[in-house]
């Protein structure tokens, strides 16, 4: 079962370029999810998508845009790529009821130069 | 924003030591949630607490939610290097989708 799926693995960017992160899920889950997570920070949430066709600002959603392309994926993008954006990415996926777990992928590792 | 503080931050002990990491927010959460996160890999769901006062344990691993639905304890009994990782807790409130997650407990067990 592959679950959730994120693609790179690894970027290196330069400041100013443009990148999408790609995200999908095999579970039929509604929820999705696009987090960052920094060193002594924990995971913060960037954006997410309750259901098809709808999608919400987390907390800390400047310099990202995201796109809920169908129920199976989610996508992450970033215009005007900054070095204060380089951090580690997940996307995670939820099925219904707010006590279920969120199943997170592996992780893209984004570095901007 | 719901705030989540986590301690310590980091704990290096010995194989066979016991372990609390705790979990802490002024905020009331209709459930909480623990999590372990190994190098280049996501966060993994260990348990969910919903009850205050509500305890579980998963083998040598004993969760607490407090009382008033503010905190929650991780405790670990006879800790073993396969306990290395990132421990997590995450906290939902009202029946809302996000979670807020807390900064993390990096906890490394030397045999």
């Known amino acids: 079962n592959a679950g959730v799926t994120q693609t790179p693995k690894f970027q290196v960017l330069k400041t100013g370029q443009s990148m999408t992160l790609q995200c999908a899920q095999d579970?039929?889950?509604?929820?999705m999810y696009w987090y960052r997570q920094d060193p002594g920070m924990g995971l913060r949430l960037i954006y997410y998508?309750?259901?098809?066709?709808?999608?919400d600002k987390g907390e800390v959603p400047n310099g990202y845009n995201v796109s809920r392309l169908n129920k199976r994926e989610f996508s992450l993008r970033l215009e005007s790529a900054a070095p204060s954006q380089t951090s580690v990415y997940f996307c995670?996926?939820?099925?219904?009821?707010?006590?279920?777990?969120?199943?997170f992928g592996d992780g893209t590792r984004l570095s901007i130069l | 924003t719901q705030l989540l503080e986590q301690s310590p931050q980091f704990l290096s002990i010995q194989e066979g030591e016991n372990l609390t990491v705790y979990c802490n927010s002024s905020?009331?959460?209709?459930?909480l949630q623990w999590y372990r996160q190994e190098p280049g890999e996501g966060p993994v769901l260990l348990v969910t607490?919903?009850?205050?006062?509500e305890v579980k344990k998963l083998k040598r691993l004993t969760f607490q939610f407090g009382d008033a639905r503010k905190d929650s304890s991780l405790h670990i009994t006879a800790a073993q290097p396969g306990d290395t990782g990132l421990y997590l807790c995450?906290?939902?409130?009202?029946?809302?989708?996000?979670?807020?997650f807390g900064g993390g407990t990096r906890l490394m067990v030397k045999p």
């Open positions: 995670a996926s939820r099925g219904r009821g707010s006590s279920q777990p969120q199943h």
């Open positions: 579970m039929n889950h509604n929820s």
């Open positions: 998508s309750a259901s098809e066709g709808t999608t």
């Open positions: 905020s009331v959460f209709s459930s």
């Open positions: 607490v919903v009850t205050g006062g």
């Open positions: 995450a906290g939902a409130w009202n029946a809302g989708n996000m979670l807020t």
